[in-house]
C-alpha cells in the first residue's frame, strides 16, 4: 500500500490523514468544497504541532515530510483513481454512509481496499453499498491517535483474509497496535468493556452508594488507570452518554439516563468539551 | 485513636498491622498460637522490607520505629483490653466471623470500634454478634496496601455517624485515601466496578471475538491503564473469578465458568500464584 484517500473532516479524520502521512503513505484528503478543505489544512496543522509538542524526539523536518505528503481534493474520482486504501471517517448516520459507499463505488479502482472507521455501526451494515463486501471491512481508531494508537480491525462474514491481513499491515506500518477481531461485534472491543465500566459507574451514583469523585478515586487506586468512570465519560461527552444508557439492557440505566438529561445535558453541562460535566474544568 | 488491634495474619492482615503501625499507632496482633504470631512477625518483616524497596525515600529508622510500634499476643482479653479500635481480617467466611465476635464482644470496652475488612460479605450480617452495632462498620483494604492505599470504608443502617466519621480520619491518619460509601453495597465501590469490566472481557473471549491478549491490548491503550481484564482476573486468581462468574446475571457467564473449570483451574492454571493462567508467568 502507498496511497490513502480519507473521507471525512471531522477530529479522527484529521488525524488519521496526519498519522497515515507521517508515516510515509501518501495521503489525499477528499472534501466536498473549497471551504470544507481550508477547514481540513487547518485542523490537520493543529494535529500536526501537537505531535510535535506531545511526541517527544519528533522533528520539524519530519512534521513538515508529513504535511508535504497529504494532497488536497474535492474531486472524488480523482481522490481515488490510484487509491490502494480508502479510508471512510464521514458523519456517523447509517443512511448517510450507505449514500456515500454507493456514491464511489463506482469510482474505485478494482485494487482498492476500503475502510469504515465507525465506532457504532457494523461494517456488514454498509458492505452491500460499496460493491465489493470482500475488500470492504472496519478499521477503528480512537480518539488523540498519536497517544491512544490503538486500531481495531474487524471484517464481515463476506471480508476476504486477505484484504484483511492487508489492513493489520497497514495499522501496524502507520504507526498503531493492530488489534484484530474473529468476527463483527457492535461496540468492538474497547466499547465492549467501556460501556458496562461507566454504567456500572452511574449505577453507583444514581443508586446514592457514592459520588463520581470517590468512585473514580477508587478506581485509580485499585487499577492504577489514570482516570475513572466519570472522568472517562466527561471525555466521551455525556450526550453520547445518554444515548448509550438509554440502550442499556440493565435495571436503573434508563432512569439514570433521564437524570442526566434533566440535571447535566439541559444544563449544558456535556463533559470537558463545556468546561462541565460531573466535573467542572474552568479555572 | 491511639490503640489498634488487628485480628487475622493473612497477607492484608499483615499489611494493615504494618501499615498502621509505621504512621504512628500503636498495633497489637493478636494470634491463636506462638506459632501463628511467628507466622506473623515473619510476614510483617516481609512487608516491612518491601516498603523500604517500593516506597522512595523511605529510611530504615522509620521501618524500625513502625516495627517497633507493634507488640504481639496470644491473649484476647489483653489485647483489646485498651484497644480504640479492632480490626478484623479472619477468614472470609460468615459463620467464623459471626463466632469471633460473639467471642470479643465481651471482652471490649466501651470506646472501642469495630471494622470488618470482609471484601464479600455485608457488615450488616456480622452487625447483630458484635454486641456494639454502633460503633461497627466496613473498612476495606485493597492488596499492596502501600501502594494501592484506598481504604472504602461503609456502614450499616446502625452505625453511628461519629464512629464512621472517626474510621474516615483513622484512614486518612494512617495514609490511606479514604473512601467512604453513604449506605452498603455488596462488592462495595473497586469490585462492583472490576466484576463487570471482567465479565465482560471473559464474554468477548468465550464468544471468540478476540484473544485476552488483544482486548488486554485495547484496554491498556484505550484507558491508559496499566493492566487489561485478563491480567487483572489473574492477580486476582482464577477461582475467584469462577465464583463471580457463577453469581452473574449475564448470559454466557456460567457457560464460560465451565470453560474456566477445566481448560484452566483443573490444569492447575490458577493464575499469578500458580505461574500460569490466561498468561504464562514462567521464566
Redesign the interface.
Known sequence: MKNVTVFGNGVLGSQIVFQTAVHGFRVTVCGRSAESLDRAKKSIAGIAERYQKEIPGTSAEQIARGLANITYTTDRALAVADADLVIEAIIEDLKEKQTFYKDISGLLPEKTIVCTNSSTLLPSDMAAFTGRPGKFLGLHY?NHIWI???A?IMGTDQTDPAAFAEVVQFAADTGM?A?????E?AGW??N??????C???CL?YA????EPK??D???R???????G?FE?MDVIGLKTVYQVLMMAQVSGAKEFAAVLKSDYIDEGKLGIATGEGFYSYRK
Open positions: 480512537a491512544q494508537n490503538s481495531e497496535v488489534v484484530p477481531l474473529k468476527k461485534k472491543l474497547l465492549s468493556l467501556l460501556v458496562p465500566l454504567v456500572s459507574g453507583l443508586g446514592g452508594y457514592a470517590d468512585i478515586s477508587i478506581w487506586i485499585g487499577t492504577g488507570a489514570p482516570r468512570p472517562i
